[in-house]
């Protein structure tokens, strides 16, 4: 206790000590300038700064002068801009500056604010800052700025940048400038390999190893250190991996003395820290640990909160600040294993560590301060005059790829959490910035669920044990292959002689399942099972039918390894696609049964005495589910449990591609004691049993998920009145699209690639939201169709049972025939842009992009659903809409663009059921995105969506006089 106190006596003697030496205000917070007036304005009025950093962050990819001034404009002419700066655009209207005049002198203003935080465009364009720096014996740390990398050339092209730059320290830099503390080089390892994901954790590490070692060896030969950044927290695991393998190498034994970021924000961090420690102390090796905050909280909160994973970062800055001290004391206390970097700008967490290294009696050689390159000058200078080591973590890049961390930056600079908006701007006592960080008196609250709808989490890979438990169920699943699947008919198994083969389309020859087939006469039997189990079922309670979803659902929980594995075989999903269907699968179940607990209350209309109306929504009858492979246990349930728990009784058939996942799912209700005769299961084929459900006068009602031309038929056999039939079939019927994805020259090439890539090739284009067409707005077309083209070469095309794989095969036999005749369609069509060729056994086809193919030709009009992408050129948005609504589909839809006069005209003018923007257009959720289209898409409301049950139901009003003999009973 004694000594706690003596230490917080002391870091409020080194803290005044260092508060009062300082006499400036940091540059970029200095209200003198306009560049302080600008954070000035940003930290008062929160729409502003959101505005400003979005303009900032478009403004490098903006090619014309004309786009410049437009873009001012709307991001700032309207009421809510502080009046100084509207008045100022305005004033440069009405003055009549020219474009020119005006769009240069706001590149000019962006470029001095990234100047503020960038050392440089490249190292040579540095040099002047960074000697700069030398001559204030400040040592530095330069990390290279750059775009996200998309392709495999995209990363050799980083690993080459990285090279020169070692190169170039040595040399030029090395001779001009000494600051005896060596210099160092920061790298994210999401730079160096396209495709680094952990979910391939061993692909992921030998891939990034390899391209990181010559700059390690080159690094080694010029005695330079390299400290390996800290990204985001799903990168977090593999890029410790990485770091201790690559120095677990004979030949870097040597290597000057190396390190990692750790971030304080993080609750693992603790541990992380304490391993490393152990592996260096087991290892005899010293590494650097620089030790920061971390500069991702707002991505990894919302990020995290959107996939339903644990939130890994303290909610509270406070506790951020108290880890940071926990985790500096962990530092000074090992130095003989570690070189502790502590990075801050907080005078507290400084003088915490100058008052613990006292202490300690460590020199002052033992450790050293690191501060961000434009931030924070007074500060450094102050330590420097105690004699303190103080190196400068100096970004270098271009204005595209500096903008985002330059937001980063500005955001830092002006959060409310802020230290240095805290102590330069807000001017704090110092007895408040030098209070010890306090612990939440209030524990973190989670949101209650109490019930309501949440989405289920897909698995996180980036942890090893889901990982190992896909591979265990991958193995365990083989075991069950060729097996037989009966029939399920009222409660009985029963076993055809027909068989349905259900195959790998990896790898043809292995037979996922035999499925029993049924026909005409075991069509009957299931309609009668159905009606007779009906009259029971539609007089259940809603609340009880809504609980018989809710254990399936908690079963498919259970097994959702097992379900996930199976698709991998039997359809050919990747890993993650087959969990998330899996997933969607348990939304569906777990959305319903609280749609229909909401609906299931009779509604009293009006307020009339002496007169009650009730408004209930009673059971259709009997009904077909009809459903496609693509998304085999995710629609097949959806439908399938919207039927039940409504109160009807359904006959399920599924796909011939993926009956035993039909089947798995007809198992899963029945363990959880559906009732006999609720689920029918009746695989067979489409034309025959499927036709013959469909015309069946004693069906009411058909939910059907499949292609354009099996919907529009039903819709036409299911038309016909036969005789003995009493109602007219509802039909729900969910066909196929043409997506389109519209790029404008606003957009975020980084985010733009990667959207197309993954709507396109995901799933080998097998989905019914896939983007089968990009529609690219003026003259941008060249660097995106280069970088598209790299991305699609750059990915992996193999079975998806191999956790790196991106790209499995195309279904079958027919998909792989039908999808290569399209792509000899398109090489009369358009200009080809990439034919990727493959060499696997089984359905495998590479990507194919065209380009300039007209927007009537048969590539750009018909559902190919295939890896096959047709790129086409408008001259401006108007043109763009008008090719993207030129297909009879209106399935779903994307836009990538940061012009907000444009999002708004896409969204006015983009007729299709589901439109997205800036993001992929695959991958809706339920209850978040309800998915469905119109026009040749699709008749019904959304799947997962608050009108979707009303399809399955008959609305009934009742109006009952209760007014007897003059007597009315109040209310
Ligand atoms: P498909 O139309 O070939 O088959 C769908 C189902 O219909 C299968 O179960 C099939 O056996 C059955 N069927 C075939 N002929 C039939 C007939 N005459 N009578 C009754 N049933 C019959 O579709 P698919 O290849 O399984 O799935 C891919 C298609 O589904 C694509 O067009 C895709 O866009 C579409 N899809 C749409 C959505 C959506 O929500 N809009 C979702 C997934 C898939």
């Known amino acids: ?146 775009e996200t990398v ?39 390892i999401s730079s160096f390999y396209s495709q680094l994901d952990p979910v391939d954790w061993f692909g992921s590490v030998k891939q990034t190893k390899e391209a990181l070692r010559p700059i390690l060896r080159k690094a080694k ?72 905050k971390g500069a991702y909280w707002d991505y990894e909160v919302v990020i995290n909160r959107q996939k339903g994973w644990p939130v890994p970062v303290f909610l509270n ?51 050293e301060f690191q501060m961000l390159y434009g931030m924070a000058e007074p500060l450094r200078e102050a330590l420097q005059r105690i004699r303190c080591t103080v190196r400068v973590y100096a970004p270098v890049g271009g204005l595209i790829p500096g903008m985002a961390y330059l937001v980063r930056r500005l955001l830092e600079n002006t959060s409310n959490e802020s230290f240095l908006r805290r102590s330069f701007v807000e001017k704090s006592p110092f007895e408040e910035l030098i209070q010890a960080p306090q612990t939440p008196q209030k524990a973190e609250v989670g949101r209650s669920l109490s019930g309501a709808f949440r989405n289920e989490p897909d698995l996180d890979f980036s942890l090893s044990k889901n990982r190992e438990k896909m591979a265990d169920a991958l193995k365990d699943m083989r075991n069950e292959f060729n097996k037989r699947y009966p029939l399920f008919i009222s409660g009985g198994e029963i076993l055809t002689d027909g068989e349905t083969v259900s195959l790998n389309p990896s790898a043809p020859h292995e037979v996922i399942g035999r499925v029993s087939f049924g026909q005409k006469k075991e069509a009957e039997e299931a309609i009668e099972g ?15 039918r809504a609980e018989y979803l809710l254990r399936t659902a908690a079963k498919m929980r259970q097994k959702k390894f097992e379900l996930a594995a199976l698709e991998i075989y039997e359809v050919g999903k990747t890993w993650k696609d087959a969990d998330a269907d899996v997933s969607e699968a348990i939304d569906y179940l777990e959305f319903y049964s609280r749609e229909m607990i909401r609906l299931g209350k009779p509604k009293i209309l009006g307020d009339y005495p002496g007169e009650e109306n009730e408004y209930v929504y009673n059971p259709r009858g009997i009904g077909v589910v009809i459903s496609p492979w693509n998304f085999p246990l995710a629609i097949s349930t959806g439908m399938v ?46 034309e025959e049993v499927g036709e013959y459900l469909v015309s069946h006068p004693k069906i009411d009602f058909i939910a059907f998920t499949g292609s354009r ?11 016909e009145t036969r005789k003995g039939q009493r109602s007219v079939k509802k039909i729900i019927a969910e066909m196929g699209g043409k997506n389109a994805i519209i790029i404008d020259e606003t957009a975020d090439l980084d985010e733009a690639v990667k959207g197309v890539i993954e709507s396109a090739l995901g799933y080998q284009g097998q989905k019914c939201s896939a983007c089968s067409r990009v529609i690219v707005v003026g003259d941008i077309i060249k660097v995106f169709l280069n970088r598209l083209k790299g991305a699609a070469e750059s990915i992996q095309i193999g079975p998806p049972e191999e956790p790196g794989t991106f790209m499995g095969p195309v279904v079958d036999k027919e998909a792989l025939k039908k999808t290569k005749g399209y792509v000899e369609i398109g090489k009369n069509e358009g200009k080809e842009v990439l034919i990727r060729a493959v060499q696997e056994e089984g359905y495998f086809l590479g990507p194919a992009i065209f380009a300039d193919a007209p927007p009537e030709s048969r590539i750009a009009q018909e559902e190919i659903f295939g890896p096959v992408l047709a790129v086409m050129k408008a001259k401006d948005i108007e043109e763009a809409l008008e090719i993207a609504n030129m297909t009879s589909y209106s399935l779903s839809g994307g836009l990538f663009s940061r012009t907000p006069s444009v999002i708004k005209k ?21 209850g978040r995105q309800p998915f469905g289209g119109f026009g040749m898409s699709g008749v019904g409301s959304k799947a997962g969506g608050p009108d979707y049950l009303l399809q399955f139901m008959n609305p009934v009003c009742i109006s009952e006089n209760t007014l007897r003999r003059g007597f009315a009973p109040l209310e």
Request: net charge neutral; with cysteine.
């Open 221 to 292: 030969e010029l005695c330079i250190s390299v400290t390996f950044d800290m990204e985001h927290y799903y990168y977090k695991d593999l890029t410790i991996a990485v770091f201790q393998s690559l120095l677990e190498e004979n030949e870097f034994e040597a290597l000057p003395l190396s390190g990692i970021a750790l971030q304080a924000y993080l609750k693992d961090t603790k541990e992380d820290l304490l391993r490393l420690i152990g592996w260096a102390k087991e290892k005899s090796r010293r590494v650097t640990v620089r030790l920061v």
């Open 641 to 686: 449990s919207a039927g039940i728990v409504a109160g009807n009784c359904v006959i399920f058939k599924p796909s011939g591609l993926s009956p035993v996942t039909g089947y798995k799912l007809v198992e899963i209700f029945s363990l959880c004691g559906l009732p006999h005769g609720v689920l029918q299961f009746l695989p067979g084929s489409g």
């Open 906 to 926: 896409v969204k006015d003018e983009f007729r299709v059921g589901n439109l997205y923007i800036n993001r992929k257009i695959t991958g809706a959720l339920v």
């Open 1 to 146: 206790m004694d000594s706690e106190l003596s230490l917080e006596k002391k870091i409020r003697e080194l803290g005044l000590d260092i508060y009062s030496s300082i006499r400036e205000v940091p540059p970029a917070l200095d209200t003198r300038r306009w560049m302080g007036k600008i954070m000035e304005w940003s930290m008062k009025d929160k729409d502003f700064k959101t505005r400003l950093f979005r303009f900032i962050d478009v403004l490098p990819s903006l090619k014309t002068d004309e786009l410049i001034v437009r873009l001012l404009h709307e991001y700032f002419t309207d009421v809510d801009t502080p009046k100084i700066i509207r008045g100022a655009i305005e004033r440069i209207s009405r003055q009549g500056f020219l474009p020119k005049m005006t769009a240069t002198l706001v590149r000019k203003s962006v470029e001095s604010l990234a100047r503020q935080f960038i050392a440089g465009k490249d190292p040579e364009d540095a040099l002047n800052s960074l000697a700069a720096l030398g001559k204030e014996n400040l040592a530095f740390s330069i990390d290279l700025l750059g």
């Open 317 to 367: 800055k406070e506790e951020t600040d108290r880890n940071f001290e926990e985790l500096t004391k962990i530092l000074l206390e090992n130095t003989r294993f570690v070189s502790p970097a502590i990075a801050t700008h907080n005078i507290r967490s400084i003088s915490y560590a100058l008052a613990l290294a006292d202490f300690l009696s460590l020199p002052k050689e033992a450790f």
């Open 709 to 719: 031309d099996v919907g529009l038929r039903i819709i036409r056999v299911a038309g």
């Open 150 to 188: 998309v392709s495999d050339k995209e990363a050799r092209n980083y690993q080459e940048r990285y090279l020169d730059l070692v190169g170039f320290l040595r040399g030029e830099i090395g001779e001009s400038v000494d600051t005896g503390s060596g210099h160092d080089i920061s790298l994210k």
């Open 530 to 544: 159905a009606t007779k189990a009906c009259k029971e079922w539609r007089r259940t309670d809603p609340k009880e």
